[in-house]
């Protein structure tokens, strides 16, 4: 081998090994989509956080993130500091399941208590996801909860897990224990979030109602056990999942306005979804 | 004859259990909420459930291990728990222990009497040939060693031990002896913080150790008497 041989020959060899590196390297990051979220076309888009930011945020002290995934789903992978809630950690429970009433928001003394425990201040961002397309979207049901009590921090992590694993983040196996913290301050529930009972039957016929559950239970299937099958009298079915993408994103606004609008729902209108 | 009226009682009653099941509403309704609540996985939710029947609530415990023991999937951990923080860690535990036992009864003369065919659909076949090997391996230790491990499904255990040539009381008493470790850590930890998980964390941990501990023994005996090994007791198993 002459000695211009190699140098060639070892040139070559570094630019191979240089471009192995760049080639792991880049591999570590994100390997599919890199291009930033846009959320402007939402209205209220500051109920999600774009998976960019919170992995941004990873590790700082002024953000808590919360697992709204089955328990049992938890320790196969959560997003790295992610408390584990299932979906009944700020409801009532107590009595027996099927009661009325069971499963409702915690009244706003013991709410308190319950979310100091995990750590939630007036002063932190606090996250909810879960694996948005496999339902039933418990981290939503968080996030309208903590929000109903003027925490607007709250918010809701945009393509949830799906979308953060597409994004080439890690996820951990081990749990998390919740750091408890004091000092919170809630306001009394801001009852536009809600419609009651009462409120549905006597607005029967006026207000439009939807039924957001698979179209099986629109049409009477009870197989978690409700005393009675079947829906609202004229409830409008549009299944949750009709408003999402097939990488667990929403649909942009456009979009859910034009589907929203087949069924009969403009913007302005007040309606009821259950 | 004889045989013709055993598969008549066999089929009579599986025909009863799933009449009352498909035509009694309760029934059905009660059934299917009870597996939503396990589902949950939570303590608390537990607890109130058994809480809301009021005198009665020891007796709803009971019968709730015996439906999960028969109902394989279903966490048992949940009652344990729950019984310890409703009627403190002692009590909690002799109740656990107990219906915990009438459960795992039940599930062996349910897989002794029906059979494998049964047995595989409540668990799975999967899970079923998993405690197979299991017992071929450890022969009449076997079920005490599964007891005293938290990681081997005790509802599994059960059934397979139905299929196999283990006599009642045998089997009766290794479940008694291995349960009562578990029974009565899980009460403990129960009793002293409800829904904590660092806590049970722990719980698990000592189980674990004490159950590898045991396994060493076990197996260091198992290498002593080599030449009267359980090899043999291998072929003998699948029943039915």
Same mark, same amino acid.
């Given at each position: 081998m002459g000695s211009y041989q190699k140098a060639i020959f070892i040139a070559v060899t570094f630019l191979i090994v240089a471009a192995a590196i760049a080639g792991c390297a880049k591999n570590d990051k994100i390997p599919v989509v890199e291009k930033e979220i846009d959320l402007s076309g939402y209205k209220n /888009?500051?109920? %999600? $956080?774009?998976?960019?930011?919170?992995?941004?945020?990873?590790?700082?002290?002024?953000?808590? $993130? %919360?697992? /709204?995934?089955?328990?049992?789903?938890?320790?196969?992978?959560? $997003?790295?500091? =992610?408390?584990?809630?299932?979906?009944?950690? %700020?409801?009532?429970?107590?009595?027996? $399941?099927? #009661? /009325?009433?069971w499963g409702v928001t915690l009244p706003k003394e013991e709410l308190k208590e319950v979310l100091e425990s995990y750590g939630i201040d007036n002063n932190q961002t606090i996250v909810f996801y879960s694996d948005v397309l496999n339902g039933p979207g418990a981290d939503g049901r968080y996030v309208w909860q903590l929000r109903k009590a003027d925490l607007d921090n709250a918010k809701l992590l945009y393509g949830g897990l799906e979308l953060w694993k597409a994004l080439g983040y890690d996820t951990d196996t081990e749990p998390v224990q919740p750091v408890p913290a004091t000092g919170l301050v809630l306001k009394?529930? #801001?009852?536009?979030?809600? =419609?009651?009972?009462?409120?549905? =039957?006597?607005n029967l016929g006026q207000t439009k109602i939807i039924d957001a559950r698979t179209l099986k239970e629109y049409e009477g299937d009870t197989s978690r056990g409700e005393a009675r099958g079947g829906h609202i009298p004229d409830a409008i079915h549009l299944e949750w999942k009709e408003l999402l993408n097939k990488d667990a994103t929403p649909k942009t606004a456009e979009e859910i306005i034009a589907i929203m609008k087949d069924k009969g729902i403009t913007p302005e209108d007040d309606f009821v979804l259950y | 004859m004889k045989i013709k009226n055993g598969l008549f009682v066999k089929i009579g009653i599986i025909l009863v259990i799933a009449g009352l099941y498909?035509?009694?509403?309760?029934? *059905?309704?009660?059934?299917?909420?009870?597996?939503?609540? &396990?589902?949950?996985?939570?303590?608390?939710?537990?607890?109130?459930?058994?809480? !809301? &029947?009021?005198?009665?609530?020891?007796v709803v415990s009971f019968f709730l291990m015996v439906f999960q023991s028969v109902a394989a999937p279903l966490p048992a951990f949940l009652i344990?728990?729950?019984?310890?923080? @409703? &009627?403190?860690?002692?009590?909690?535990? +002799?109740?656990?222990?107990?219906?915990?036992?009438?459960?795992?009864?039940?599930?062996?003369?349910?897989?002794?009497?029906?059979?494998? !065919?049964?047995?595989?659909?409540?668990?799975?076949?999967?899970?079923?040939?998993?405690?197979?090997?299991?017992? *071929?391996k450890h022969g009449?230790?076997?079920?005490? +060693?599964?007891? @005293?491990?938290?990681?081997?499904?005790?509802?599994?255990? !059960?059934y397979g031990a139905g299929l196999t040539s283990i006599g009642f009381w045998e089997f009766f008493l290794a479940t008694g002896l291995g349960q009562l470790p578990a029974t009565l850590i899980y009460s403990y930890v129960g009793d002293m913080l409800v829904g904590s998980v660092k806590t049970l964390v722990s719980g698990l941990l000592i189980i674990f150790a004490l159950s590898a501990l045991l396994f060493a023994v076990k197996k260091s005996m198992r290498e002593k008497n080599r030449l009267p090994g359980p090899q043999q007791a291998g072929g003998e198993n699948s029943a039915n």
């Open positions: /888009a500051d109920i %999600f $956080i774009t998976p960019q930011e919170l992995h941004d945020r990873l590790g700082q002290e002024d953000i808590l $993130i %919360f697992d /709204a995934n089955k328990p049992t789903d938890y320790p196969k992978g959560h $997003i790295p500091g =992610a408390v584990s809630l299932g979906w009944q950690s %700020f409801c009532d429970t107590s009595g027996k $399941i099927g #009661d /009325a009433n009394d529930y #801001d009852e536009g979030y809600n =419609a009651t009972k009462d409120y549905v =039957a006597q | 498909i035509f009694i509403e309760p029934v *059905q309704i009660t059934v299917k909420r009870l597996v939503f609540m &396990f589902s949950m996985v939570d303590v608390p939710t537990m607890k109130n459930y058994i809480l !809301s &029947f009021g005198i009665w609530a020891p344990t728990f729950a019984n310890a923080a @409703l &009627f403190g860690w002692v009590k909690g535990a +002799i109740l656990s222990w107990t219906s915990a036992m009438a459960g795992a009864a039940l599930c062996y003369w349910i897989a002794r009497f029906y059979g494998r !065919s049964l047995a595989e659909r409540l668990v799975s076949r999967f899970a079923l040939d998993e405690v197979d090997i299991f017992f *071929q009449k230790y076997a079920i005490f +060693i599964a007891r @005293l491990l938290p990681f081997v499904s005790f509802d599994v255990v !059960s």
